[in-house]
């Protein structure tokens, strides 16, 4: 794909284009990761690749990888493109895709989760031509990073440029105010269903599903204790060191008189580095067995753990002015990435405390030095080829 190239673009007039189409996860974002990829091209990205796919309820989606340069490795700086619903009924002051800025800050839904970032990541890679650059830079942009990742799944196991960038390093550019994160939380979600069998309930006909949940439920509040106190699930590097098991229930029962006809007990877990998660599958799925119920892995995703003392953490310590790389609870693309990179970091502008709330911003003084810092990144890595 042929692109003119255009002037460098502004990092707050790129936010603010991007922040204007809305992505919201339930709905398309293919028309605004074709604007970036315009955009990509238009910067000097020589390559692009497409990975389109269609989510489960038919709505198509599109993440790309870009490339700038030759070879393999390198660096890679990875955002998403899809965002949290933003009803203007929750109490947004004006509209959440019609971008404003005040007292320094600019609002709409995204411009901290993570438009904003993926702005100031494209703004760095314009200050670069690709002949300048020994080693190769990547810019990824996904969809359904809020749906557990789906889009990064299918980067990670379809993409040819991610599999170049993949023995590399990787920036998950997801708001930290700049601070590197070397290490945050994966993910596994569960579900047990129970059967049971309709009736009026005056008719002692039925079978009440939940009633075979009971027992099932009880054991899963004695694995959650386990889970919150035992050392095995315990990593001392978060804060706090443990992760609960998310018990829920639902019979979705349409009236009290009718026996429910069935009983689904869904399990969350947030997965530490170094714990046993095979381990707590395979307690659950035994004990489902026991009381004759259907047990399913619905999603699992990987947590993200690079030492402190990789080079990669070292590197970016230094180029941050920061003296200790931290950890988070939240889960980020990484947790897909992870499968097949394995020294990544989150770094990126902005606060999460305002990803998904009302009157969403992030500081244009965030955005400006997200990109001074991933252009040093960039002159680092793939201009210097350095480690």
């Given amino acids: 794909m042929q692109h003119r190239r255009r002037k460098k673009p502004r990092v707050e007039t ?33 390559e692009i690749e497409e990975i389109p796919y269609t989510d489960a309820a038919g709505v198509h989606k599109l993440s790309i990888v870009a490339k700038m340069g030759k070879g393999s490795g390198g660096l890679s700086l990875m955002s998403h493109d899809d965002v949290v619903p933003a009803n203007p009924d929750d109490g947004w002051t004006q509209n959440p895709y019609k971008p ?24 760095a890679a314009a200050h670069f031509r690709p002949n ?12 359904d990073e809020e749906v ?8 990670t196991a379809r993409s040819r440029l991610f599999a170049e960038a993949s023995s590399g390093y990787g920036i998950i550019c997801e708001p930290t105010r700049l601070r590197v994160v070397h290490a945050h939380k994966g993910s596994l979600a569960m579900r047990v269903t129970s059967q049971g069998k309709a009736a009026h309930t005056s008719s002692l006909k039925g079978v009440n599903a939940n009633m075979k949940m009971i027992p099932f439920l009880n054991e899963m509040a004695k694995l959650n204790k386990q889970v919150l ?28 008189n009718i026996s429910p006809a069935q009983s689904i007990c869904t399990l969350n877990y947030r997965p530490m580095p170094g714990v ?42 230094k180029l941050t002015g920061k003296r200790k ?61 350095l480690n």
């Fill in 132 to 143: 300048q650059l020994e080693k190769p830079l990547y810019i990824m942009v996904t969809a």
């Fill in 14 to 46: 790129l936010t603010r284009e991007l922040v204007s189409y809305p992505s919201e996860s339930q709905t398309s974002n293919v028309e605004v990761t074709r604007y970036a990829s315009q955009v990509l091209g238009a910067v000097g990205f020589d």
């Fill in 100 to 123: 404003w800025v005040a007292a320094g800050k600019l609002y709409g839904r995204g411009a901290a989760d993570m438009k904003g970032p993926l702005a100031a990541s494209i703004c």
């Fill in 276 to 317: 046993d998660v095979d381990g707590l599958i395979d307690k659950a799925r035994k004990c489902a067995k026991k009381y004759g119920l259907r047990f399913e892995v619905k999603h699992r995703g990987q947590p993200l753990y690079t030492p402190r003392t990789d080079p990669l953490v070292h590197t970016a310590l």
């Fill in 148 to 155: 557990q990742g789906v889009g990064a799944q299918h980067v």
């Fill in 325 to 385: 790389a931290g950890t988070v609870a939240y889960g980020t693309d990484g947790m897909a990435y992870a499968e097949k990179m394995k020294q990544m970091v989150v770094i990126g502008p902005g606060d999460i405390a305002q990803a998904h709330t009302v009157d969403e911003w992030i500081e244009l003084d965030q955005l400006h030095k997200g990109v001074d810092l991933y252009t040093r990144l960039i002159d680092h890595v793939c201009v210097q080829g």
């Fill in 229 to 256: 106190t035992a050392q095995r699930f315990r990593n001392d590097e978060f804060k706090p060191p443990h992760s609960e098991l998310s018990i829920g229930i639902n019979d979705h029962n349409r009236a009290t």
